[in-house]
């Protein structure tokens, strides 16, 4: 009989969204664009309403969490249906954190690196860098964009992009990235660039044959 007691699951205490971004192929990404639904909701004589529960004390507070949880869950049904899941921002993170309204912006802009391997040469990197600067600034959907050998990573040397794009519409955006993703890839491929992925050298020594 095994000693070894079963490991906790805390499954049912991690927010969907947690979970499928650590199921996802990049779970070590810094950010992830997603589709949702924004409410911003405010019940009519909730301010008076706890008042007068709090007063009854740890049963009033037991009845407030029963009201807005009544409130609500018909609003996030349809959305649990669909394999949703809710994201709650307190009030005090929306006032004190810079808005960012896309619609008014002019442009989207994207942050990304590139790693390429650390056999490049000099001249191959410099390469690099220019079909970068060259095929975003040809691009008809870019507004500007920039492009620089920016450092030396763990297994790669880092190429820091950011590209700003004309179209505010997402699918549009998109299309645009996409275009530019896939002639990067074959004009790398075209000059011979390789680009890096997470590799780690090992060096094994043989004791009994250092003591001869």
Same mark, same amino acid.
């Given at each position: 009989m095994s000693n070894v007691e079963p490991k906790p699951n805390y499954t049912p205490y991690v927010a969907l969204l947690v979970r499928q971004w650590l199921n996802a192929p990049d779970p070590d990404a810094t950010h992830r664009v997603l589709e949702g639904s924004t409410v911003f909701a405010d019940i009519s004589g909730f301010t008076k309403l706890s008042e007068r529960l709090?007063?009854?004390g740890l049963e009033g507070a037991e009845q407030v969490t029963e009201v807005i949880g009544n409130a609500f869950n018909s609003l996030l049904e349809p959305a649990y249906a669909y394999e949703g899941?809710?994201?709650t921002i307190p009030n005090s993170a929306v006032v004190n954190a810079q808005i960012d309204n896309l619609q008014v912006r002019p442009t989207r802009r994207t942050n990304f690196t590139i790693g390429v391997t650390y056999d490049t040469s $000099?001249?191959?990197?410099q390469r690099a860098v220019a079909i970068l600067r060259d095929l975003m600034e040809q691009h008809?959907?870019?507004e500007t964009s920039r492009a620089h050998f920016k450092s030396y990573g763990e297994s790669a040397l880092i190429?820091?992009?950011?590209?700003?794009?004309?179209h505010l519409d997402y699918s549009k955006y998109l299309a645009c990235i996409?275009?530019?993703n896939f002639e990067l890839k074959r004009r790398f491929e075209d000059e011979g660039i390789a680009i890096?992925?997470?590799?780690?050298?090992?060096?094994?020594?043989?004791?009994?044959? $250092?003591?001869?």
């Open positions: 709090d007063r009854i899941t809710l994201v $000099s001249e191959k990197l008809p959907g870019t190429l820091d992009v950011a590209h700003w794009c004309k996409e275009e530019i890096a992925y997470p590799t780690q050298t090992e060096h094994l020594v043989n004791k009994e044959a $250092s003591r001869d």
